[in-house]
């Protein structure tokens, strides 16, 4: 399959590990935005084929994962008030403070697993009597299609349909751990599909301030070495600049009529992480003019500013302090079928990767 399987051709793989190997001459940490990325890590067992001098760490680019426990009460709240709550399924098994959007079903309410915003938006034209939202959740690389679904159903006019928005951004995130007094992070691994939308702008600023490479990176394992290999050189040469190494689909200006689209619906807001508290500027919250279509504003709901159990370590892994093995309960009360925390329920969550691919 042309643009995947070559990206997973061994020889090539072969190669950049002994271009790595032959450049590294000290210890380097290197921090991989993406939780697609630290799950092809991982599965892929390049964690192992790596240099000893090489440590990995992964970040909080799993958008499940850093979703607040809040959004995630507010949720449950309105499918308990009797409207039709349509999610991607990855969310529905994270833990609430008081249960997740699975238990809430169980128990009654009504939720529907979706692959796109617009699904739910014809469930409203359906139902024109039955309250509907959408879970809006991700990085930059939803919110093109979550605002198409708000644009798509103004054109039809629909009262009935509202998006629950926990949208995050990646650059922000970024300056937040590299100003936590604790971080030993020397290099970036850029997130290819964030970039595919926001384009290289953003990271420039970042790369300048922190004198740190950021090096955008693909997905496959060749992909990702490729990278590596190149914060590597610039790391032991001294530079610090931003590399595009995804060129196949990321432009340095993005996707202009995505960009335009979110722009449109969404501004720049404060924003509320899982594990790493509220971070300035971090967020998209919808316009004024879109309000009719916001369910924070739609609705009566609240949350219960409750933490999920103390046992789980997610924001320590979340902001790259911490393994998944480094937590007492990985693997033991915390697992696939009972999960303690988010990173374990997710498909992009560490504790997820670590508990399929490296036990």
Known sequence: MKFLSEYRNPELVKFYLQEIEKAVTQPWNIMEICGGQTHSLVKNGLLELLPKNIRMIHGPGCPVCVTPVSLIDKAVSLMEKGVVLCSFGDMVRVPGSRKSLLQAKAEGGDLRILYSPLEAVKIAEQNPDREVVFFAVGFETTAPSNALSVVHAQKLGLKNFSILVSHVLVPPAMEAILDD??????????????????????????????????????????????????AVLQLENGEYRVENC???????????????????????????????????????????????????????????????????????????????????????????????????????GACAAYYHYSR
Request: glycine letters at 8%; hydrophobic letters at 35%.
């Open 181 to 230: 007094e604790f971080c030993s992070i020397h290099a970036f691994l850029g997130a290819g599909h964030v970039c595919t939308i926001m384009g290289l702008s953003e990271y420039y600023p970042i790369a300048e301030k922190y004198k740190i490479p950021v090096v955008v990176a693909g997905f496959e394992p060749a992909d990702l070495l490729r990278a590596i290999y190149h």
């Open 246 to 348: 995804y060129e196949r689909l990321v432009k340095e200006e993005g996707n202009i009529p995505a960009k335009k689209v979110v722009d449109e619906l969404f501004e720049v807001g404060d924003q509320e992480w899982r594990g790493m508290g509220k971070i300035p500027h971090s967020g998209l919250v919808m316009k004024p003019e879109y309000q009719e279509f916001d369910a924070s504003r739609k609705f009566d709901i609240t949350s219960d500013n409750q933490t999920v159990k103390t046992e789980c370590m997610a924001g320590e892994i979340l902001r790259g302090q911490k393994k998944p093995f480094d937590c007492p309960q990985f693997g033991k009360m915390c697992n696939p079928a009972h999960p303690l925390g988010a990173p374990m329920v997710s498909s992009e």
